[in-house]
T-cell receptor
């Protein structure tokens, strides 16, 4: 079974702190994604990566950065956390095969609260 | 711009009945894929079903089927014989330019399905 794990299920941080959210997948997927989910807004893409050290901005990259030094690991970084970044963060991964469905497999999510 | 619209914030259905969750999409690409995911209260996102834009038949996976109407740009999910465990949030999503390897999903805002006994 594909497994996508996230470092924490729940996290509480203070405004201004630097926050690291880690995601690891064990299926040798090329693509990895970070989304945030807010009530009434669905899932919105923050960043994705299609290869090691490669990244693309999604719809809402402001206030976030990412790092992918190894194929299996994709980190989301909040340089200076703010209260409006309180949200559920979901990591996902998929194969990068051309012309295939390449469904995304999701981790369990991290519910981040910024006080 | 690509867009997914789910117009039903909430749906209610009795056990063993069928239910249709609506999804319309907008894209200018000819090659795209449509996905449905289920999110129970536990939070994990579960992939349910996929329809490619060039697939001639509607996709089916067990009790799930996708009513794909390309001209109307709709991709409704049909759940037959609803079960209590089907109570969850359901998201429609699209990935266009599927001939390229590194493209992301665009999600709708979701529909909450409640199944009662």
């Amino acid at each position: 079974d594909v497994k996508v794990t996230q470092s924490s299920r729940y996290l509480v941080k203070r405004t201004g702190e630097k926050v690291f959210l880690e995601c690891v997948q064990d299926m040798d997927h090329e693509n990895m994604f970070w989304y945030r989910q807010d009530p009434g807004l669905g899932l919105r893409l923050i960043y994705f990566s299609y290869d090691v050290k490669m990244k693309e901005k999604g719809d809402i990259p402001e206030g976030y950065s990412v790092s992918r030094e190894k194929k299996e690991r994709f980190s989301l970084i909040l340089e200076s956390a703010s209260t409006n970044q309180t949200s559920m963060y979901l990591c996902a991964s998929s194969f990068g095969r051309q012309g295939r469905k390449n469904e995304q497999f999701f981790g369990p999510g991290t519910r981040l609260t910024v006080l | 711009a690509q867009k997914i619209t789910q117009t039903q914030p909430g749906m209610f259905v009795q056990e063993k009945e069928a239910v249709t969750l609506d999804c319309t999409y907008d894209t200018s690409d000819q090659s795209y894929g449509l996905f449905w995911y289920k999110q129970p209260s536990s939070g994990e996102m579960i992939f349910l079903i996929y329809q490619g834009s060039y697939d001639e038949q509607n996709a089916t996976e067990g009790r799930y089927s996708l009513n794909f109407q390309k001209a109307r740009k709709s991709a409704n999910l049909v759940i037959s014989a609803s079960q209590l465990g089907d109570s969850a949030m359901y998201f429609c999503a699209m990935r266009d330019a599927i001939l390229q390897a590194g493209t992301a999903l665009i999600f709708g805002k979701g529909t909450t399905l409640s199944v009662s006994s």
